[in-house]
């Protein structure tokens, strides 16, 4: 296997950035191939069955791109549609935000719940509820639905009053619940850090699906003998389904540096 292969990385639209930020950062070595589906974004409000057809549509173009590794940067495509990358992508390893939020969660104090947002896809998959449980029976999780979240991210409102009362408003539940880390369980969520930490207080740890991911990432490398060795700088290619000017705009909040040329791909 060679090791200067890139991973593949894919998301519904421009989220799943934070993810790829995040391994720029672990994994300076890695090539990435960025795949965000711009044409059909939102997936965290359609169903299961469409999702699972996208994200096969997704792994087939990877997978040709000769990716060594495959990371399911979306929640929402983790949470339904994650055992259908895995069939397609046989040999090659997959890892994806829930199995990497999850973990991260129940390695905090568990006297406290554990409270999980998301979009209503992922949160009415229970997906990470059921995964917390598998690695911890005894967890207690409490999950909420924000769906607000997402436009208002991709509106640039990270410290905006609309923000600030709508996360008040959902949060509350399971803030009465008396959580001790809160897994921001959407790709968007890790811009609203800030916000989040004050209305959830700081007793109440963050749990960042997106650098829990790249530590697997770089562990999962490890454990295969797949990180790569180049001592030159990696190649970064991003593709995208719609025309790019709006992931271009976009994506430079949530990637937190410029980037080069967007390819669009016509299915
Ligand atoms: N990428 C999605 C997620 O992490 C959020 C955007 C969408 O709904 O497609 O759940």
Known sequence: MDRSRPIGVFDSGVGGLTVVRALMERLPLEGIVYFGDTARVPYGIKSVATIEHFTAQITEFLLRQDV????????????????????????????????????????????????????????????????????????????????????????????????????????????AEEIGSLVLGCTHYPLLKPLLKEVAGPAVRLVDS????????????????????RPQRPEYRFVVTDVPLRFQTIGERFLGRSFGPVERVDW
């Open 210 to 229: 997106a650098t829990t991911t790249a530590e697997l990432a770089a562990a999962t490398l490890q454990a295969l003998d797949l990180a790569s060795v």
């Open 68 to 175: 060594k590794m495959l990371i399911v940067a979306c929640n929402t495509m983790a949470a339904v549609a994650a055992q259908v990358v895995r069939e397609r992508a046989g040999t090659i390893p997959v890892i994806d935000v829930i199995e990497a939020g999850a973990r991260a969660a129940v390695g905090t104090a568990l006297a406290a719940g554990i409270g999980v947002i998301g979009t209503p896809t992922t949160i009415n998959s229970n997906a990470y509820a059921r995964r917390i449980h598998e690695l911890e029976p005894g967890a207690r999780v409490y999950s909420q639905a924000c769906p607000l979240f997402v436009p208002l991210v991709e509106e640039g409102w990270l410290d905006h009053p609309v923000t600030r009362m709508t996360a008040q408003e959902y949060l509350r539940p399971v803030l």
